[in-house]
């Protein structure tokens, strides 16, 4: 669902006929996308933020949602920092 932008975000609700509002309600930013919800929204970063302490590597500015997701199901990825 994520992949294919499926995931009922605000952005997509708007083109549904479902809402008027493409903003996201978490951080207030103009678009909720899906790159947004799980990726570029400052709450989503704290939560892969967690993680890469951990030692588990989560966040590339830069790529795709789709690259970024692969990287990090399939474990080939390197340590951005």
Do not use: Q
Request: glycine letters at 6%.
């Amino acid at each position: 669902m994520v992949l294919h932008s499926k995931i009922l975000t605000n952005d997509n609700r708007v083109r549904r006929g479902l809402t008027n509002d493409t903003s996201c309600a978490v951080c207030g930013h103009e678009r909720e996308t899906t790159d947004n919800l799980l990726r570029d929204c400052p709450h989503a970063k704290a939560v892969w933020s967690t993680f890469a302490r951990r030692g588990l590597h989560c966040l590339y500015p830069g790529t795709s949602l789709r690259e970024w997701i692969e990287a990090n199901v399939t474990g080939n990825h390197s340590d951005m920092d």
